[in-house]
């Protein structure tokens, strides 16, 4: 019985470690042929998507350079080597390309490729949303009018703490609500819909420090 005991700490331990820990993907040395922490997933249809280590002005980013045109199509990467509940996550992006969509942006709380949360900014539409997707089926939860061009970069932040979250763009507070269709600890991963062609850099999640705070 003790060593049961014993056994289940050291699970708890290790699971609230990895749940807890903040870190920070640069992508500058990272080879997705080799590493087994990202995997790629599809919600909706169409062939798999394209994700990539490329050079981008002297500098490596992770593109999604899949252009399928299928509509109901989100091109998803997904760390799985962390998970997390509440946290901030900050990631910088460009839209290279893309004639039925654009840009793109951060996952989190993934179950797998039907339930998650979704951030998203697309210049196309000069627009920022907050989505659901729940059982493969996508739902607004709330959009900004913004003002953004592709070939530049840009930042998005997110913030959730239990129900809360708070969805920044360039620094500035676009979107707040609340919502717990997904309440438990999930993976962070980066999203672009369609033929979208993509660039992410910076990717950041740090935990809340203070978990029952919403600042």
């Known amino acids: 019985m003790k060593n049961i005991i ?80 509440d946290m901030e996550i900050n990631v910088r992006f460009k839209a290279e390309k893309g004639d039925n969509d654009q840009g793109g942006g951060p996952v989190w709380r993934y179950k797998d490729e039907n339930n998650y949360y979704v951030a998203r900014a697309n210049p196309l539409e000069n627009n920022f949303r907050l989505y659901k997707v729940v059982n493969g089926r996508r739902i607004q939860l709330k959009s900004s009018k913004i003002t953004m061009q592709k070939n530049k970069w840009y930042n998005i932040k997110i913030i959730v703490n239990g129900e809360y979250i708070k969805c920044y763009f360039n620094n500035s507070l676009e979107m707040e609500t609340t919502d717990n269709s997904l309440k438990n600890y999930g993976k962070i991963g980066l999203w672009t819909k369609s033929d979208a062609v993509t660039y992410f850099d910076d990717l950041k999640i740090s935990t809340i420090n203070k978990p029952n705070s919403f600042k």
């Open 6 to 85: 014993i056994i289940l700490t050291l699970i708890i331990m290790v699971s609230c470690s990895n749940a807890q820990k903040s870190v920070k993907f640069s992508f500058d040395n990272t080879n997705l042929s080799k590493t087994k922490i990202w995997s790629t997933h599809i919600t909706g249809k169409g062939n798999p998507c394209k994700w990539v280590i490329i050079n981008d002005n002297g500098n490596n980013v992770l593109a999604q350079t899949s252009q399928e045109t299928e509509d109901y199509r989100f091109n998803i990467i997904i760390n799985d080597s962390l998970k997390y509940k």
